[in-house]
């Protein structure tokens, strides 16, 4: 069983920072692509940033330049360190990876955490 447990959610005013952090804990092989996701009242969920074992991260034009996403691979951990947010930063977050479980090292599945709230909101 693979577990993703994501932290750092909550409410800040417009232009303020908040840092979200993602663990994947419990019976794991490999994970490769770790990322966050969110999804806004009312709209799809979205990707946020991605990040793979090696190469270069991926965000959303939204989000470029406010945004930075990385990862310790010693801690099985992603952040999504958030800087200048707006109001229509406003979404609940979830981390996503892929992850081969020890049980079919040979196979990976896409996890999702529970979500976390952020709120941009004076």
């Known amino acids: 069983q693979v577990q993703l447990v994501e932290s750092g959610g909550g409410l800040v005013q417009p232009g303020g920072s908040l840092r979200l952090s993602c663990a994947a804990s419990g019976s794991i092989f490999s994970i490769y692509a770790m990322g966050w996701y969110r999804q806004g009242p009312g709209k799809q969920r979205e990707l946020v940033a991605t990040?793979?074992?090696?190469?270069?991260?991926n965000y959303a034009d939204s989000v470029k330049g406010r945004f930075t996403i990385w990862r310790d691979n010693a801690k099985n951990t992603v952040y999504l360190q958030m800087n200048s947010l707006k109001p229509e930063d406003t979404a609940v977050y979830y981390c996503?990876?892929?992850?081969?479980?020890?049980?079919?090292?040979?196979?990976?599945?896409?996890?999702w955490g529970q979500g976390t709230q952020v709120t941009v909101s004076s």
């Open positions: 990040i793979p074992t090696g190469g270069s991260t």
């Open positions: 996503n990876a892929r992850v081969a479980p020890t049980s079919t090292p040979n196979i990976s599945y896409r996890y």
